[in-house]
């Protein structure tokens, strides 16, 4: 935004400046209020990044509705967002972050999630343990996870996968070290 320092109040073009407040990606509702004789105050509320987008495009923040936000130093949000990628990510992203928020202390553990074919999820831990939610009754499945790891502490058992995309059934995978198994075949 350019500077109005200086100018008579009178002169400012207001319907500018707030086309340039809403221009600014950050920005998710601005408005103006003038009090004279001399006073310009804007409140701007902020878009809040719950992810970064990875795309062909690049890496972008990305708010739960689903809007790019245009920042270039990401490194201070890599710690501590997850990454998004896959075909119709950016359209779903707040349907399933409704879902994954559902438990926020065991969604801190979410390195990254990828939407396969448009349809379904797999959300990656940073524990190593990937698991493929269905792309019907997602929230169930979900919900069997956050049991799951309530009971047994999934994600720090080994499990390298958990497979949730037919009804009825959970799949897990560990993995395991092939040099134990011949050594116990002897």
């Known amino acids: 935004i350019r500077s109005y320092d200086k100018i008579n109040i009178f002169s400012i073009n207001f319907q500018n400046i707030y086309e340039e407040i809403n221009n600014i990606t950050w920005v998710k509702k601005g408005s103006i209020k003038v009090v004279y004789p001399n006073t310009i105050k804007i409140f701007l509320t902020e878009k809040e990044p719950i992810a970064i987008l990875q795309n062909k495009f690049g890496n972008r ?6 809007n790019l936000i245009l920042e270039k130093k990401l490194n201070h949000f890599k710690s501590h ?9 950016q359209k779903n992203i707040s349907s ?3 879902i994954v928020n559902l438990n926020k202390v065991f969604a801190k553990n979410i390195w990254s999630l990828t939407f396969v074919n448009g349809r379904r999820c797999d959300i990656h831990f940073k524990q190593g343990l990937t698991v493929r939610l269905p792309h019907s009754n997602t929230k169930e499945a979900w919900q069997k996870v956050i049991s799951l790891n ?3 502490k999934i994600l720090n058992i080994g499990l390298t996968e958990i497979d949730l995309r037919k009804p009825n059934q959970i799949l897990g995978k560990i993995n395991v070290d092939k040099k134990l198994i011949f050594e116990k075949r002897k």
């Open 81 to 89: 967002l997850p990454i998004v990628n896959g075909k119709s990510a």
């Open 150 to 152: 309530e009971n047994f």
């Open 61 to 66: 923040l990305i708010s739960k509705s689903g």
């Open 96 to 98: 399933i972050f409704e």
